[in-house]
């Protein structure tokens, strides 16, 4: 990954609290499990920013070898990675996702 | 179609049996189940039961897989993976 992108990557999860790098946008996630997180994350009632890997090849193989992990979607917490459509799902079904991100951004 | 791995021999079982061998070389005391979601053979549902998950994060234990699964990944054989990890 060159610098540029990891710059961007860097700078995009820096500035937003919770930022989710997927294929498609909010309003038209283009696959299952990009749709399952923005499902998630709006019934928590969450703002979030996104990234459509899509339109950027460089961010989407870029962000693979960011957090050495092989999947999109991917959701960052407050500068954290916290994982992808099944562990945020897990997480989502344990009430665990809920506190974990009233937490960070009550901080 | 849910097709849970067993003995039956099809061409989606050699691949099944592949992805259970590649996770017990990294994992050897997984006890893993493949569920094909889509009756595609590239669209997966993996459950990984091993104590050598104890004591790691959710990621750290998909990490796990995901490494064991690296070339089943990059070459496409699986298209969409659905992981579920827990400790015995």
């Not at chain 1, 710059?7 to 299952?32: A, D, H, R, T, Y």
């Not at chain 1, 969450?46 to 961010?59: A, N, P, Q, R, W």
């Not at chain 1, 917490?77 to 897990?90: P, Q, T, V």
Request: glycine share 8%; aromatic share 6%; charged share 20%.
């Amino acid at each position: 990954m060159n610098q540029e992108t990891r710059e961007k990557i860097e700078s995009l999860i820096k500035s937003n609290s919770v930022m989710v790098f997927m294929k498609g946008n909010k309003l038209m996630p283009q696959c299952g499990f990009s749709n399952n997180v923005v499902q998630i994350l709006n019934a928590l009632g969450v703002g979030f920013e996104t990234f459509d890997v899509l339109s950027d090849m460089e961010v989407r193989e870029g962000i693979k070898e960011f957090s050495d992990w092989p999947t999109i979607p991917q959701v960052y917490l407050k500068g954290e990675f916290l994982g992808g459509s099944d562990i945020l799902i897990e997480m989502y079904n344990s009430g665990e996702l809920k506190e974990k991100i009233e937490i960070a951004l009550a901080s | 179609m849910k097709v849970l791995l067993t003995a039956t021999g099809s061409s989606f079982m050699s691949g099944f049996k592949k992805v259970i061998t590649s996770i017990k070389q990294v994992i050897p005391d997984a006890e893993v189940t493949v569920e094909d979601m889509t009756g595609g053979g590239d669209h997966l549902q993996v459950n990984v039961i091993s104590q050598s998950f104890s004591g790691l994060s959710r990621v750290k234990q998909h990490q796990l897989v995901y490494k064991a699964l690296k070339n089943e990944l990059a070459s496409e054989a699986i298209h969409a993976l659905a992981l579920n990890t827990s400790t015995p």
